[in-house]
């Protein structure tokens, strides 16, 4: 079973081996009042392209842009829909200020991801329905981050009641030795024992530890896992296991993942360096970023690039406030949109696209324009 477990948290890895996801919130304050306006200054053809190509008749974001039958359950494909995609969108409104977009969220989130258990399930079909037993701990983490950074905006209950009831299950379910661990199997009651370190997510952890859904002993057992991985090294380890406290890593580095590990860090102002100056160095001399890299030698090992990794980088940048490198990490993203004369707006290759391609460079482009408002 713990095997089915493993495969399963493979499940949405389908555009790239190590799509993952966690929070990242990068917010200006501002008062309820003024912010329940939505925002009409930022304007983006990949929110338009999102809208207009990447939506099911439901509302829910599909998974690709190209249609496509399921062959393997474990797996997202063709229309699809994710949790993660709706917890992007959901950041991208609160980033941008617009509470009709979040409400919009918001409703998909209670109609049709929801369970009776109060879990999220990690899948829908295009129709919204769906069979998984399942939920998917970064996931649920950036959902409810934005839950309450929605419910500091825009103060209302049903966000955080949404928020509490989410965390509760989490609490009850999804905890190895005080440690959320990756997934849940609600109908075999079995957890993983793993903790992927990109769901370590500090964002969302200290909005429901400063909202009293969790304790600040969580709060710091989680913190700890970050602040005490092997030192030294620029790429990080994958996983904690929340049993024997053991890290483990990965040859072949998703940098996807490593990104959005030091975001993390750069949360708790634990600025990662060595994989900075990494990052800095690769653009540089080879003029651009891989998706992959040998974890030892530091050398790409695969030749594509990836606008979610511009997208990140930029929001990393961003988070250490170094304004310059983002805009030149952007600038770079932005030069693959609308290679497809046919979906302006999008991140289209093949005449097909992957939902995160286009929503983290959206949630980069929206975190950059606040931030150098």
Not at 205 to 234: C, F
Not at 250 to 266: P, R
Not at 290 to 309: F, I, L, M
Request: with cysteine; aromatic share 12%; charged share 20%.
């Amino acid at each position: 079973m713990i095997s089915i477990f493993r495969s399963h948290f493979l499940k949405h890895r389908s555009f790239y081996s190590a799509l993952a996801v966690s929070a990242l919130t990068l917010t200006i304050a501002i008062s309820a009042t003024s912010a329940a306006i939505p925002s009409k200054k930022f304007s983006s053809p990949t929110e338009t392209f999102i809208t207009k190509h990447m939506r099911n008749k439901n509302g829910t974001f599909s998974t690709y842009l190209k249609s496509a039958a399921s062959t393997d359950a474990n797996l997202a494909a063709g229309r699809e829909a994710l949790s993660e995609s709706l917890g992007l969108w959901m950041q991208y409104a609160v980033v941008k200020k617009n509470q009709l977009d979040f409400n919009q969220g918001y409703d998909l989130l209670t109609k049709y991801f929801m369970t009776s258990q109060s879990y999220i399930a990690w899948k829908l079909q295009p129709e919204g329905s769906t069979s998984v037993q399942t939920n998917a701990l970064g996931d649920d983490l950036r959902i409810v981050d934005h839950l309450l950074k929605g419910y500091d905006k825009w103060p209302q209950e049903r966000y955080l009641s949404t928020a509490q009831a989410i965390t509760g299950t989490l609490q009850a379910a999804a905890r190895q030795n005080g440690y959320f661990v990756d997934f849940h199997d609600f109908q075999n009651n079995q957890s993983s024992s793993t903790l992927s370190l990109v769901y370590v997510d500090i964002s969302a952890l200290q909005a429901m530890r400063d909202h009293q859904l969790i304790d600040s002993v969580t709060y710091e057992q989680h913190v700890n896992v970050l602040l005490n991985m092997p030192k030294g090294e620029v790429f990080f380890p994958k996983t904690f296991d929340v049993n024997n406290k053991n890290y483990s890593y990965e040859d072949q580095v998703s940098l996807i993942d490593q990104l959005i590990v030091g975001i993390h860090l750069a949360e708790l102002g634990e600025e990662p360096k060595e994989l900075i100056s990494f990052l800095k160095k690769e653009l540089k001399v080879q003029k651009k970023l891989a998706g992959r890299y040998d974890r030892v030698t530091g050398k790409a090992s695969v030749s594509y690039e990836s606008p979610s990794v511009y997208g990140l980088a930029t929001l990393l940048a961003l988070e250490c406030g170094d304004q310059e490198w983002a805009q030149q990490l952007n600038k770079k993203m932005l030069a693959f949109r609308g290679k497809d004369t046919a979906y302006p707006g999008g991140y289209v290759f093949d005449k097909n696209t992957h939902i995160f391609d286009n929503l983290f460079p959206l949630v980069a482009e929206v975190s950059l324009y606040s931030y150098e408002k």
